[in-house]
């Protein structure tokens, strides 16, 4: 309607072009929402595990038919380079196809009966499940949600980034139409539409992906419902070079991607590499020479483009204001890759990518999640003095080490304090659908992919007859505590 408020998107690399709108909320949407999924949940519970697996591949088949102008739309509102958004939706349809393939056996009962007793563990919904999600890679992050909690019984509220709604509204709004009316909603808006959401008495569960201040405000909201939540927050990821890492092109290519990759704005891409010091001058002109490779700045929507804009023109100033701090406490700037040259980069919101050297762990690039293309590269001396140096500060996402001895990398990475850490590779490339992903310390809590990821939706719940009291069973005094067995 003509009075409802609308979300309007602006194009990253021609930030004068509008995209589209999504309409936000109204006051009672929420609540309207949150009670049909309720009731859709309790219907959806009932059904096999084996049909709502099939519901999960309908709709991986609709992403996929959708996804040829949905990858066009999501380089528009995001500026991630076209490749990489295709690479995302073909990664979401596996992604729900494979909870579709796991879900049924890993929500089987599981029951024992033996000398003990006979137990039964059930894996049960929540019910209705808010998931707030961002903007950097809108799609799959959605679906991480989507795919256990839908393949788990529960109903999903989703509630998208306002930087990236538009590809994500078009796939969310036709893949519900794979499932049952009022199980998958879209509610798009800002910080009221999320604290409704999140503090609603009729949601049961919420999974949050973003940064440290909002997730602050998302789990102090889920508190104080006493409602539990699955959060991935943001990292520092730290990426240690030993000194026997091979600086093979392949594997330079490799690190130079897994630093900037969607212009540097993903959680668990690599944020400071640390090398051994005698190493620093080889390893820095083979970075060089590699992002000269694989890195092409430009339009998100030009051929060849491998690093786009960033979102907006605010993270644009705040990334120039760390590059600018950085070179006044004697930081070295060495740009890295080329631009395209039918990309006008003053019309977007475009920062160069850069190699920063002569740096100290204190300068704010290197202490803070700096989310952008920028790749402080750290000399050590020892191993001990890295291990102290890439724990500190109170992030622990991602981190990998680099070694051409994988037991020696394997034996280095349990020293460090990250929830994921990657041998010989970093970002994407090193991610597994089975292995769980989620961070420690104040990176989050809770776990995407894999069977874990799937727990994330369901509670135990447990029928128990003790041995005692069954038929011949010896029976035990009120009120004893069981002995264990």
């Not at 996402?397 to 304090?417: C, I, N, T």
């Amino acid at each position: 309607m003509a009075d409802q408020e609308l979300i309007e998107r602006h194009n990253p690399s021609r930030a004068r072009e509008s995209v589209g709108t999504v309409p936000v909320a109204r006051e009672g949407d929420v609540g309207q929402a949150v009670a049909a999924a309720g009731s859709a949940a309790r219907i959806w519970a009932a059904e096999p595990a084996e049909v709502r697996a099939e519901a999960l591949r309908a709709a991986a088949a609709e992403l996929e038919r959708r996804s040829a102008d949905a990858a066009v739309l999501l380089a528009r509102e995001s500026g991630k380079p076209l490749a990489d958004g295709r690479g995302e939706l073909a990664f979401s349809a596996a992604v729900l196809r494979w909870y579709a393939d796991a879900a049924p056996s890993l929500l089987a009962d599981h029951e024992v009966d033996d000398g003990q007793g006979r137990l039964v563990v059930r894996r049960r919904p929540y019910g209705p499940v808010a998931a707030l999600t961002p903007w950097n890679a809108p799609v799959v992050l959605t679906v991480l949600k989507l795919a256990p909690a839908l393949a788990a019984g529960n109903a999903l509220l989703v509630k998208p980034s306002p930087l990236a709604p538009l590809a994500l509204d078009g796939l969310l709004r036709n893949m519900a139409g794979c499932f049952p009316p009022g199980l998958l909603h879209t509610l798009h808006g800002h910080e009221s539409t999320a604290a409704a959401l999140v503090g609603h008495p009729g949601v049961f569960k919420v999974a949050f992906t973003g940064g440290e201040r909002a997730g602050r405000a998302v789990g102090a909201l889920a508190a104080a419902a006493l409602t539990p939540t699955t959060m991935e927050l943001g990292g520092n990821d730290p990426a240690i070079l030993l000194d026997d890492a091979a600086l093979t092109d392949e594997a330079m290519d490799r690190l130079v991607m897994a630093c900037l990759a969607t212009a540097g704005q993903v959680c668990m891409a690599v944020k400071r590499v640390y090398v051994p010091r005698r190493a620093h001058d080889r390893f820095t002109a083979a970075f060089t020479a590699a992002a000269d490779r694989v890195v092409r700045l430009g339009d998100a929507l030009h051929p060849g483009v491998t690093v786009g804009p960033v979102v907006n023109a605010v993270a644009a100033a705040r990334l120039t204001a760390l590059i600018d701090d950085a070179l006044r406490r004697g930081a070295r700037a060495t740009p890295l890759g080329t631009v395209c040259p039918d990309t006008d980069v003053s019309a977007g919101h475009f920062v160069a990518p850069l190699l920063l050297t002569c740096l100290g762990d204190d300068v704010p690039v290197v202490r803070e999640e700096q989310f952008g293309p920028l790749v402080p590269v750290l000399p050590y001396d020892r191993e001990d003095e890295v291990v102290d140096r890439a724990n500190a500060g109170e992030l622990g996402l991602g981190a990998s080490v680099w070694s051409a001895d994988e037991d020696r990398a394997f034996a280095f990475a349990a020293r460090l304090d990250a929830g994921f850490c990657f041998v010989n590779t970093h970002n994407r490339t090193g991610m597994s659908l089975r292995a769980p992903f989620g961070g420690v310390k104040r990176s989050g809590h809770g776990r995407e992919y894999g069977a874990e990821g799937l727990a994330e939706y369901t509670q135990s719940c447990v029928v128990h007859a003790p041995a005692a009291f069954r038929p011949g069973g010896g029976g035990m005094a009120p009120g004893a505590y069981p002995v264990p067995g």
